[in-house]
């Protein structure tokens, strides 16, 4: 008996130990195989304007939509259309992006249980007409905050181009004119039809000085595009005038707080809403060509530490949303205007992998990089610096620059 219970509480010996760490190493390496799988996209690119346009050599991106939106591969389409892109990782939310005669397309690449993902993209011929390209929406808010007044342009831009094009001017595809006495160089937001993610363009200033403009494609559909500005408020008072660079059906104007006063020619007071403390101002068609001045005074400013934190607020594009939502300007620039991820994800990026042969991904990246030169002069010369000479005359040399390297992408 007592040889019996020695033996039952021996302990295991060292070849149970040796059958434990094998199971374990055989489930480590499994594992980390199934982390290392990789997965492959395969696809076309088809021409929605003219389907028999085969668009070959076109730079195709793989683009990560974590992390900064990185460009993680990148090819180019052979003789037919077709790319096939390996070593993705399938745990990542990945699109896929072509760069068709400078306009950006994507769509999102969705791999099955083996890894393979197969993708269409739709690219369209580009078009410098604006037949058949209309707003069909505008709006408009204006918030006093301290001693500031700031505005949040929307406009909704339907492209209907039959057959089917995409709006691409050199001189800009969507112009405003430049507030008096803008505090800073506005910020535009663009959300391209069908998509959810809004992208922050640079905006460009005219060698004249009075209005900004922005080369982001006007692709077939409804492309929505909010301009955010920030203009004097002192003594509550400010004289806003704004030329339209095309014809509107209407504007729905939203003020806050509603005790601030706005007066203009056709400008009729529609709804006021205590709750939300805004006042909603309606103004007929406005005709391309047509300069309007409106006068805000008054009111009593909502102090920049009460605006609304970012995380209560929500950007959404609604029809009428002017007068069905209360439309806080503060929260937009925390949250609307997120400049790091979405400028990522819109410029060609340094850290582009470079494919065999790709003059056009390197002119396309020297055009971005001129893009970015030009809006920092601008930025600058809301400083004062450079003057104005030196100002016009570098960018004159800038847009020099960017129509040469536009003929160039037109060889390509």
């Known amino acids: 008996m007592m040889m019996a219970m020695k033996s039952g509480t021996r302990k295991p010996n060292g070849r149970i130990f040796l059958i434990i760490s094998l199971i374990l190493a055989c489930l480590l390496i499994s ?49 037919g259309g077709e790319f096939r892109i390996e070593g993705l990782p399938v745990d990542q939310m990945l699109i896929v992006r072509a760069v068709y005669k400078e306009a950006n397309y ?11 993902a197969n993708v269409e993209i739709k690219v369209f011929e580009a078009t410098t007409s604006m037949k058949d390209i ?69 905006v460009l200033e005219s060698p004249d000085g009075q209005s900004y403009y922005s080369l982001y494609p006007l692709r077939p559909g409804r492309t929505t595009v909010d301009v955010f500005q920030i203009l004097p408020y002192e003594n509550r008072n400010y004289t806003y005038v704004k030329k339209f660079y095309f014809t509107v059906p209407s504007i729905e104007i939203g003020v806050i707080p ?3 006063e706005l007066s203009g020619t056709g400008l009729v007071k529609i709804r006021t809403d205590p709750g939300k403390n805004i006042a909603v101002y309606r103004s007929g068609p406005v005709d391309a060509g047509t300069e309007v001045e409106w006068i805000f005074s008054g009111g009593t400013p909502v102090s920049e530490q009460e605006a609304t934190p970012a995380s209560e607020s929500r950007i959404r594009s609604v029809p009428n ?31 582009v992998p470079t494919a065999a042969g790709s003059q056009k991904r390197q002119i396309l ?30 960018r004159e040399e800038g847009k020099r620059l960017l129509r040469r390297i536009t003929l160039l992408l037109k060889k390509e």
């Open 106 to 116: 994507h769509t999102q690449i969705i791999f099955d249980d083996s890894g393979r």
């Open 365 to 394: 990246k020297r055009r971005e990089n001129l893009l970015d030169r030009l809006a920092d002069l601008d930025r600058r010369h809301e400083t004062h610096s450079p003057d104005q000479r030196e100002y016009l005359r570098q």
């Open 134 to 202: 209309r707003v069909e929406e505008y709006q408009m808010v204006f918030q006093a905050t301290g001693n500031h007044l700031q505005s949040l342009d929307t406009a909704v831009i339907n492209n209907e181009t039959k057959p089917t094009r995409t709006f691409m001017d050199p001189e800009g595809n969507f112009r405003f004119s430049k507030a008096p006495e803008i505090m800073s160089l506005p910020q535009i937001r663009i959300s391209a039809p069908g998509s959810s993610m809004p992208v922050v363009q640079s």
């Open 258 to 260: 509603m005790d601030m």
């Open 31 to 79: 594992s980390n195989a199934l982390a290392q799988q990789t997965g492959v996209v395969e696809g076309r690119i088809v021409n929605g304007t003219d389907p028999a346009i085969v668009a070959g050599n076109v730079p195709v991106e793989v683009v990560a939509l974590s992390g900064g939106m990185s460009i993680i591969r990148a090819a180019e389409t052979n003789s």
């Open 321 to 351: 949303a002017v007068g069905r939502n209360t439309l806080v300007i503060g929260p937009l620039i925390l949250v609307g205007f997120i400049l790091v991820l979405w400028y990522a994800f819109n410029r060609t990026g340094d850290e």
